[in-house]
T-cell receptor
């Protein structure tokens, strides 16, 4: 069976510090991978998605970036965090587009 | 950009009543999915309906899809306290999967 792991679960970072959130999927190959952000009490905003190694599509121009160094690894990064980067970050995967999307448990980021 | 928009934004009903949530979207889709999120957790898949389907059932859930109106509805029958959560619709324009803003459902005892 397939599983998705996302870490860290929570982190508190000062403004201007870097960020790295990591996500890995096990039990499948060549998944579509996604990063979403959810502000408190709000909907999910698609940040990045990837349909293959090294292929990253950005939905929202901002100070975040994503990378896919391996087939089942998806990393969300920032060089300098802003207060507005605070939120709940969710990694997700599908076999192909249009199929059920499976989510990790999420990472709570508070920028102070 | 938001593809799906759910309404109402919030809904409170008595336990045992039926809850109906609606979703509207903007572009052509292959499938539409509904998800549930308990507070502070990841989303859990409820049901997927394909663009050539009009209605689908799963347990106490009934989903309809009207592609001519670009809308879908989720009906939860005989609601329970455990149904309290946020519900989101998701659509798939291309390789993206776009979620709406969600409906917060509160089941009153």
């Amino acid at each position: 069976s397939q599983t998705i792991h996302q870490w860290p679960a929570t982190l508190v970072q000062p403004v201007g510090s870097p960020l790295s959130l990591e996500c890995t999927v096990e039990g499948t190959s060549n998944p579509n991978l996604y990063w979403y952000r959810q502000a408190a009490g709000r909907g999910l905003q698609l940040l990045f998605y990837s349909v293959g190694i090294g292929q990253i599509s950005s939905e929202v121009p901002q100070n975040l970036s994503a990378s896919r160094p391996q087939d089942r690894q998806f990393i969300l990064s920032s060089k300098k965090l802003l207060l507005s980067d605070s939120g709940f970050y969710l990694c997700a995967w599908t076999f192909t587009s249009g199929n059920t999307i499976y989510f990790g448990e999420g990472s709570w980021l508070t920028v102070v | 950009s938001q593809q799906g928009e759910e309404d109402p934004q919030a809904l409170s009903i008595q336990e045992g009543e039926n809850a109906t949530m609606n979703c509207s979207y903007k572009t052509s889709i292959n499938n539409l999915q509904w998800y549930r999120q308990n507070s502070g957790r990841g989303l859990v898949h409820l049901i997927l309906i394909r663009s050539n389907e009009r209605e689908k059932h799963s347990g106490r859930l009934r989903v309809t899809l009207d592609t001519s109106k670009k809308s879908s509805s989720l009906l939860i029958t005989a609601s329970r306290a455990a149904d309290t959560a946020s519900y989101f619709c998701a659509t798939d324009p291309g390789d993206k999967i776009i979620f709406g803003k969600g409906t917060r459902l509160h089941i009153l005892p």
